[in-house]
């Protein structure tokens, strides 16, 4: 049975199951992480093209083919950056839109319109004609990341039990995991059709994009999105039927009292920038930079030029980001088993000495055997950094990478919940943009010193994670004010003194 808050704000178990429908939905809506995963890690793949090059970026291929290149240099170019990391630009803005919408519409028309605009995106990019074409083909896959991303771990947490809201909510990093070794798959094979291989791979996703569009009718509003939208008894019925019992005026109440408290707040973003929201707010924002800059996306973005760049020929460097790939997804399946058992901050702190570790020796190693412009790794050397590389893919997939969209998903207050989470989406999403877009250059610029670079903020993620980010597991939503931040030795100072305010007004 999960345990959730009542309208008084005490702990009650409450009945219900997980029902087939739930799970169900469940997997429909983290389709849209899939989405996610597989733009992530199919430009990397398809950047790595000799045919895409030639027709889009000839600068860059001449640069490639080139007897003498520098190492760390050879795919430096803005504009091939550019195709990578427009996608997230646009999903920046779109998730303030998607916020506005998940708001005012719900979470399932939301999902709906993100697979649209993944189905745009998917038309542009596989069937385009110049580099106008694919870039605006990304722009739109952008803008359906960015509703996806807003609308689905919310979607996650509002359907699932207390007891696993960890665990059904990482389904979503789950599936982004899935994509990402779904996209690593289809380059090492399109990789030697010429000269459409590329098309092939930026056509396939096509495939998930429909059936997040198809499915995305069959699933649920949330319960508590409807209340909030005064669709009282339709909420009721949904909540019945995704708890699979009659029996749902416990839990049906506390969801009441939470939309009632939630629309006295007329204005929800002056509501966030108040201090009793500090603490929810600076943690999301935080969680999602950091998340970047463990330079995860970094080396799923461009992994197999990463380890083309140690010594890998064409094919074993698409193979080792299949191996990554693999690891990303069975650590994410560890994480959903233990982030409900172990808690969210064990496993950060454990990653962040793992990956900490990671990239500190691959670091040294390119540092002492890689140099600019002659010879590669040794095999050996080289297949150590894959496995260094799986290491610290291992850790984050365990840890940042879930718990970096969990956490901001869970700690909002449901009259702030929807504007800050989309700080949150579009946090992340700004940037992702920048090390989408500056990962090549500092590549070629800082060289090994790249790895020490991403060590440094894994070090300031784990002080920042040991003093400031307190435990949530098992605290229901609308009870994190009282039992965590109220509890904190520093947070609880921002929620006293809103308290503060509050009681000097009604005097």
Same mark, same amino acid.
């Not at 670091?363 to 140099?371: A, Q, R």
């Given at each position: ?8 704000g005490e ?7 997980i ?9 429909i ?5 899939l ?10 793949g398809?950047?790595f093209?000799d ?7 000839p ?11 520098n190492n760390?240099c050879k795919?430096?170019?803005?504009s091939l ?8 630009i646009a999903?920046l803005?779109?998730s ?5 919408v998940c ?11 993100a697979?649209i605009?993944f189905l =745009?995106?998917v038309?542009?990019?596989? !069937?385009? @004609? #110049? /580099?106008?074409?694919?870039? *605006?083909?990304? %722009? ?18 509002? =359907? ?5 809201? !960890?665990? @059904? #909510? /990482?389904?979503?990093?789950? *599936?982004i995991? %899935?994509?990402i070794?779904l996209?690593?798959?289809?380059n090492?094979f399109?990789?030697n ?19 997040l569009?198809v499915?995305? %009718? ?8 409807l209340?909030?939208r005064?669709?009282v ?8 039927k995704?708890r699979g019992?009659?029996?749902v005026d416990?839990e ?11 629309r006295?707040?007329k ?8 201090p009793?929201?500090r603490?929810?707010l600076?943690i999301?924002?935080c ?17 197999p030029?990463l ?15 299949v191996?990554?790939g693999l ?7 560890i ?6 058992k ?6 950060l702190?454990?990653a962040?000495?793992?990956?900490l570790?990671s990239q500190v020796?691959i ?10 412009t ?11 950094v894959?496995?260094?590389v ?11 990478g879930?718990l970096?969209w969990?956490?901001p ?5 449901l009259?702030?919940r929807?504007?800050g989470f ?20 500092m590549?070629?610029k ?9 060590a440094?903020?894994i070090i300031?993620m ?5 003093f ?9 939503v609308?009870s ?5 931040w109220k509890q ?7 929620v006293a ?5 509050t009681?000097v007004?009604?005097?």
């Open positions: 049975m999960p345990a959730v808050v009542s309208g008084s702990n009650q178990e409450f009945e219900g199951r029902t087939v429908y739930v799970t169900v939905c469940v997997i809506a983290a389709f849209g992480g989405m996610f995963g597989y733009d992530v890690g199919i430009s990397g398809v950047t093209m045919d895409f090059l030639k027709k889009f970026f600068v860059v291929y001449k640069k490639k083919q080139h007897a003498h290149e760390y795919y430096d170019n803005q950056q550019l195709f990578t990391s427009s996608l997230y999903a803005i779109a303030f839109v998607a916020s506005k708001s005012k519409a719900g979470r399932k028309p939301t999902v709906q319109i697979s605009f =745009i995106g038309v542009l990019t596989a !069937g385009d @004609l #110049n /580099i106008e074409m694919i870039i *605006f083909g990304r %722009i739109f896959l952008g803008f359906g990341v960015g509703f996806a991303n807003q609308a689905v771990p919310l979607f996650l947490s509002e =359907i699932a039990p207390t007891n696993i809201r !960890g665990a @059904l #909510n /990482i389904s979503f990093q789950l *599936f995991t %899935i994509g070794l996209s690593n798959l289809v090492y399109t990789a059709i010429h000269p459409h291989g590329w098309r092939i791979s930026l056509g396939i996703a096509g495939i998930p994009a429909s059936m569009c499915g995305s %009718i069959l699933i649920c509003e949330t319960p508590t999105s209340i909030e005064h669709k008894e339709k909420g009721r019925k949904v909540l019945r995704i019992v009659e029996n416990d049906f109440d506390s969801i009441v009292h939470a939309c009632e408290m939630a006295q707040v204005d929800p973003f002056r509501k966030l920038m108040k009793v929201s603490p929810p600076v999301a924002i969680m999602q930079i950091f998340q970047q800059f463990t330079g995860i996306n970094a080396v799923m973005f461009y992994a030029v380890f083309q760049t140690v010594g890998f020929g064409n094919d074993a460097a698409l193979l080792s980001s191996i990554t690891v990303n997804v069975f650590s994410t399946i994480s959903i088993y233990l982030v409900d172990a808690g969210r901050r064990i496993l702190l454990e962040c000495v793992q990956m570790i020796i670091g040294i190693i390119l540092f002492k055997g890689l140099k600019a002659g010879a590669n790794l040794s095999k050996g050397e080289a297949i150590f894959v496995v260094l799986c290491t610290f893919v291992m850790g984050f997939a365990w840890s940042w879930p970096g969990l956490i998903s869970e700690t909002f207050p009259e702030t929807s504007v989309a700080f949150a989406v579009s946090t992340n999403m700004l940037f992702t943009f920048v090390i989408a877009q500056a990962f090549l250059s590549l070629c800082m060289q090994a010193g790249i790895f020490f670079f991403f440094a903020w300031i784990g002080v920042f994670t040991w400031l980010l307190p435990e949530t597991k098992g605290v229901p609308d994190m004010v009282d039992k965590v904190h030795w520093f947070w609880r100072s921002f003194e809103d308290e503060f305010r009681d007004k009604v005097v």
